[in-house]
């Protein structure tokens, strides 16, 4: 029932941000729901292999280089789920940061990061 939940929360936050968000296209929430699961899926299997590979920039950036991931996973996410467009690199890296600081105040507030 918490993955259902988290899933929800972020299909929403998606369709909120880029409502706000120039160059953030989603058509729908059925899209961002796509969106959310492609993303955990991403999230799962691919990036902890980029995270390995990349370790020495990672160690030498201070962990500012995981920003870099996690706007590579929002491009390729773009890339495979129609309906849903980022314009740019920076785009894609601004709009990985407020995803992920909103899904961390969400969860803090219903509890879920425990």
């Avoid at 299909?11 to 409502?19: C, E, G, H, K």
């Avoid at 030498?60 to 740019?88: E, H, K, P, Q, T």
């Avoid at 785009?91 to 219903?110: D, E, H, M, R, Y």
Wanted: overall charge positive.
């Amino acid at each position: 029932m918490k993955l259902i939940l988290k899933i929800l929360i972020t299909a929403a936050l998606v369709v909120f941000i880029s409502r706000f968000m120039p160059g953030v296209h989603v058509a729908g929430f059925t899209t961002a729901l796509f969106v959310a699961i492609v993303l955990g899926l991403l999230n799962i299997f691919i990036k902890p292999i980029l995270v390995i590979l990349t370790l020495p920039v990672t160690i030498l950036s201070l962990g500012l280089f995981l920003l870099v991931i996690n706007a590579l996973m929002i491009l390729l996410c773009s890339n495979i789920v129609g309906g849903f467009g980022v314009d740019s690199f920076w785009t894609a890296l601004l709009f990985s940061v407020i995803l992920s600081l909103s899904q961390s105040i969400l969860n803090g507030i219903l509890g879920e990061g425990k």
